[in-house]
């Protein structure tokens, strides 16, 4: 089970909470790693910006506040996914979620972020006015469900690409004849006791990868029952490379040197997978071979019908899946659900699994900007008519900006760059007194497909839904960190088809 939440991170009350209109020059949606990330860069890079984060949880942490379900964790390691301007100081370099809470909280502490964080806070809408070059944005308190307005120059959306409310619940034959406990991981009750149970866990994507082992601890038995299987690679809890570049070259250049390197191993790994998908698979197929016991049927259960990084590959830490299965606790079951009855569940082949609780590790509910409605000039604006500009701004979509993380490596890569991006850009509108950007494709008819263009099933159901992106750069979203460096790190923040005004 995962280790004792840390403390929250006290709220800050100041006029505002009086209900006093204000304006401010930045507004952060969202106070997870992403908000946290870009509320750092704007207390150091621009101390003279006003500022808030707006959260709608009670506390700061986002995904990590939320998720609370056996042996929640990454499966990024935290030197990469962890701030490239905060040392990961322990040893584990896969860590559990309470872990990364507390390193996004004691973030919160050393840079003085309680101040600028309105707890309960959700922003309802933003209209923009290109008159008076501004958001007027409503916010709700969530308590109370009362309503207020404030301004501001830019707005910045930090708030993740999913439900907070609610996951992903495909329709399952007769569940609600199942007599046990129905639980989704985004949503696990602090009461459940699973100790000696019989549970299912419906689904093989890295939740499931993730709570069959932490439920086999202590249950009866775990058994995965997966439609379809994913790629689990066995990787190591404990970094020791990254360990001793600590010990020898301090914690902060260890730390940095630590996070170059394993960089170049997710992007090479990446890359071989890309160029070799055959031997790829059968390296994968070796390492899962070896750790399962003699005779496994490997093909069945962890052979996958697509190609490595089609979807996102599952971590098991120290192969902790693999050694669930040899103890006998744990099973893999390839199937489809026909139908569940009162004590678990029967199969299209004519199996039938026996259960005391189900667990619904069926995915997220995947939605553009945690819901938060737009307009620009009283138009409302729909995310999927929209192409993203560098994979941070909207076409038509004045001073806004969003944060989305990579798929095939660490999310934080990505949040690190697009910060510092757009600190310089707030900068060059400074110096030539521009008050608002706007990016617009200088060819309307551009071809354009979905923004985030993965095979796995969460971002397919969500692609009407989201922005577009288009066949060529600024409009082309990058194709990783490499990339990224180049566009958002080394390259101009200005550009042709981003349209400055006074």
Sequence with gaps: MPAARPAPVAAVEGPWARGRVEHLDVLVVGAGISGIGAGRHLAVAAERRSFAILEAREDCGGTWDLFRYPGVRSDSDLYTFGYAFKPWRREESIADGPQILAYLRETVREYGLERHIRYRRRVVGASWSSGAARWTVVVEHTGTGERTTLTCGWLFCAAGYFRYDRGHAPALPGLERFAGPVVHPQHWP??????????????????????????????????????????????????????????????????????????????????????????????????????LPPGYPVDEHFRPPYDPWDQRLCATPDGELFTAIRSGRASVVTDRIEHFTEAGVRLASGRELAADVVVTAT?????????????????????????????????????????????????????????????????????????????????????????????????????????????RGPWRAPAGHREDVRLLGAGPVDGPELRFSR
């Design 363 to 471: 995915g997220l509910d995947v939605r553009a900007f945690g819901g938060l409605e737009l307009t620009v000039d009283g138009r409302p604006v729909r995310p999927a008519e929209t192409v993203a500009y560098k994979g941070v701004m909207l076409s038509g979509v004045p001073n806004f900006v969003y944060a989305l993380g990579y798929t095939n490596s660490s999310w934080t890569l990505k949040i690190d760059l697009l910060c510092a991006h757009f600190g310089r850009l707030l900068a060059h509108m400074d110096r030539h007194g521009h008050r608002s950007c706007r990016p617009e494709p200088a060819d309307p008819a551009m071809p354009v497909r979905p923004l985030l263009d993965s095979a796995a099933g969460y971002l397919r159901r969500a692609a009407d839904r989201l922005p577009r992106q288009g066949d």
């Design 190 to 291: 602090a009461g459940l006791d699973h100790a000696g149970r019989r549970v299912l866990v419906v689904g093989s994507g890295a939740t499931a990868v993730t709570l069959v082992p932490a439920l086999a601890a202590t249950a009866r038995h775990v058994t995965m029952l997966q439609r379809t299987p994913t790629y689990v690679m066995p990787v190591p809890r404990r970094d020791a490379v990254a360990v001793a570049l600590k010990r020898l070259f301090g914690e902060r250049r260890g730390h940095a040197l630590a996070r170059r390197r394993n960089l170049l191993r997710q992007r090479a790994s990446w890359a071989f997978c890309r160029r070799h998908p055959a031997l790829a698979r059968r390296i994968i197929r070796r390492a899962n071979a070896r750790l």
